[in-house]
């Protein structure tokens, strides 16, 4: 995918809420020191008025967010997802999620593309700790177009959202006029009948092109794309597993309580069938180019497709 377009999806949240600001007043940005990388800078540029800095402290500002969404605003808060769902967490459980406020929190620089920044900036729990919260939404987009519609969503939505945005540009794979976003609806990408690929963030492109090579080698692999993975689309999980019999999971995050862990949930209940789950496998990360992680840790095509003609052997 060389020649596709590529954009970072923390770009996108930035340009997303600068457009948004054009057209809500009642929106206001937090950031915590950090809107040159969160690209809520962009915001911060076109209405000064409506962004606070509220410096490097996480968890206070969490409780600033809270704070003004009581009062009828809607406030986005943004950081990097190691601060926005670690550092934070107490904060986010009890003065956001407990009272079911209508806090967004924009969560960028999440998983192992965050490369260079190493094992302590890398958040591969992000998932599964919001999971957690009860009444908390998780969005984890795929590429510009859909950052930007969940940024919309998450808006019009009345309650808690966490959005996960990364560092790394990734390739632009929903711009068609078909394309639609909806809160909780997984979207088929590509149709198959020997196995199902479902995958968020970054790991969509990587799933279809891995979905090509496969067909190269006569494997029919459905793709499926679930941005949201709370509340997650259980009738497509039930619907791929009925279909295929075996289900592959592919997430740039811990393979423990994230989508794989949702889907598998999922499967055990309603529609039994063999899964495997590729992420990141119970490690911290390290210090390295973006691309090359990704691949190291088994998230490229390449590796999918490899553990994939594996799983169906």
């Known amino acids: 995918m060389s020649d596709v377009k590529k954009i970072a999806t923390r770009e996108s949240y930035g340009n997303a809420l600068a457009e948004l600001g054009k057209e809500h007043e009642d929106i206001v940005v937090l ?23 509220c410096g490097i402290a996480e968890s206070n500002m969490m409780g600033v967010a809270a704070g003004i969404a009581t009062t009828g605003k809607v406030p986005f808060a943004s950081s990097f997802a190691m601060f926005a769902a670690g550092r934070a967490f107490e904060q986010v459980r009890n003065s956001i999620g407990y009272p079911k406020l209508n806090v967004k929190i ?6 192992i593309s965050v490369g260079e920044d190493g094992a302590t900036h890398q958040c591969n729990e992000d ?10 939404v998780v969005i984890n987009p795929s590429d510009d ?3 930007k ?18 560092r790394l540009a990734v390739p632009v794979i929903n711009d068609n006029p078909d394309y639609k976003f909806e809160l909780g609806k997984a979207i088929t990408l590509r149709e198959g009948t020997d196995v199902a690929i479902i995958a968020s963030g970054l790991t969509v492109s990587e799933s279809l092109e891995a979905a090509e090579k496969l067909q190269a080698d006569g494997i029919s692999a459905e793709v499926i794309n679930m941005h949201t993975i709370k509340p997650l689309d259980e009738d497509a999980v039930v619907k791929a597993a009925e279909k295929t019999g075996k289900i592959v999971t592919v997430e740039e995050h811990s393979v423990i309580g994230g989508l794989g862990s949702a889907v598998c949930d999922v499967v055990a209940q309603k529609a039994p069938a063999k899964v495997m789950k590729i992420g990141i496998n119970d490690v911290f990360g390290e210090s ?19 553990k994939v003609k594996e799983f169906l052997k």
């Open 106 to 111: 924009g969560a960028t620089h999440a998983g």
């Open 149 to 166: 519609a969940a940024v919309n969503a998450a808006y019009e939505h009345v309650g808690p959202v966490y959005l996960r945005f990364g």
């Open 288 to 306: 390295g180019p973006a691309v090359q992680l990704i691949k190291k840790y088994g998230l490229d095509s390449e590796s999918i497709y490899e």
């Open 145 to 147: 177009v859909e950052a």
């Open 127 to 136: 998932i599964a700790l919001m999971r957690t919260i009860p009444g908390m």
């Open 31 to 53: 950031d915590a020191d950090l809107a040159a990388a969160t690209k809520t800078g962009v915001f911060k540029k076109a209405f000064p008025d409506r962004h606070i800095d």
